[in-house]
């Protein structure tokens, strides 16, 4: 049996219809890696840098979150907590909104009981109850965007508490409930 040019064509038009349908279902293994989610940090106390991949293909990644937890210890003390991966993915989306991919210095992140209430007993705008004591908050500039501009967008997001120390330079984040101060 031989076909005519033209089942010919159309075999081969359904082949290559159904082709882009495969594709269009499972993307390939570099899209699939674009999801991937880096974020670069510098502490303003210890002096010390961190530039890691935290999420990728579709989960987060544990050994990442464990250094990640490392470096945003309680500096004074030592004690470490587990950083909320949702703080993270704030500070990614943040970041790429403001279309940046620079690093964040960190001024805070978690904070031991022992730490804060120190920091409560010199200052007023220290919270009894603050999301530092429970990994869910970061205190943070972001290099090359104006403080202004870093507070607008991560309350524009509506994902945390969000607040502006214009003095000290910075802005607080956490996965708190939507607030502002």
């Given at each position: 049996?031989?076909?005519?040019?033209?089942?010919?064509?159309?075999?081969?038009?359904?082949?290559l219809v159904g082709l882009a349908?495969?594709?269009?279902?499972?993307?390939?293994?570099?899209?699939?890696?674009?999801?991937?989610?880096?974020?670069?940090?510098?502490?303003?106390?210890?002096?010390?840098?961190?530039?890691?991949?935290?999420?990728?293909?579709?989960?987060?990644?544990?050994?990442?979150l464990d250094e990640i937890n490392?470096?945003?210890?309680?500096?004074?003390?030592?004690?470490?907590?587990?950083?909320?991966?949702?703080?993270?993915?704030?500070?990614?989306?943040?970041?790429?909104?403001?279309?940046?991919?620079?690093?964040?210095?960190?001024?805070?992140?978690?904070?031991?009981?022992?730490?804060?209430?120190?920091?409560?007993?010199?200052?007023?705008?220290?919270?009894?109850?603050?999301?530092?004591?429970?990994?869910?908050?970061i205190d943070v500039r972001l290099?090359?965007?104006?403080?202004?501009?870093?507070?607008?967008?991560?309350?524009?997001?509506?994902?945390?508490?969000?607040?502006?120390?214009?003095?000290?330079?910075?802005?607080?984040?956490?996965?708190?409930?939507?607030?502002?101060?």
């Amino acid at each position: 049996m031989t076909m005519t040019k033209i089942q010919r064509q159309t075999l081969i038009g359904l082949a290559l219809v159904g082709l882009a349908g495969i594709v269009a279902v499972a993307p390939p293994r570099d899209v699939r890696a674009a999801d991937a989610r880096q974020l670069s940090f510098y502490h303003t106390h210890t002096q010390q840098s961190l530039d890691v991949v935290y999420y990728q293909n579709g989960k987060y990644v544990e050994s990442a979150l464990d250094e990640i937890n490392h470096f945003l210890k309680d500096f004074r003390t030592g004690d470490i907590a587990e950083m909320d991966p949702k703080l993270l993915d704030i500070l990614h989306d943040v970041r790429n909104e403001l279309d940046n991919d620079g690093t964040y210095e960190v001024i805070s992140a978690y904070r031991s009981p022992k730490t804060n209430e120190m920091l409560r007993s010199r200052s007023g705008g220290v919270a009894r109850k603050s999301q530092h004591l429970l990994g869910n908050a970061i205190d943070v500039r972001l290099r090359g965007v104006p403080i202004e501009d870093l507070r607008d967008t991560a309350l524009e997001m509506q994902r945390g508490g969000v607040g502006y120390y214009q003095k000290s330079d910075f802005v607080h984040m956490d996965t708190g409930r939507v607030r502002r101060w």
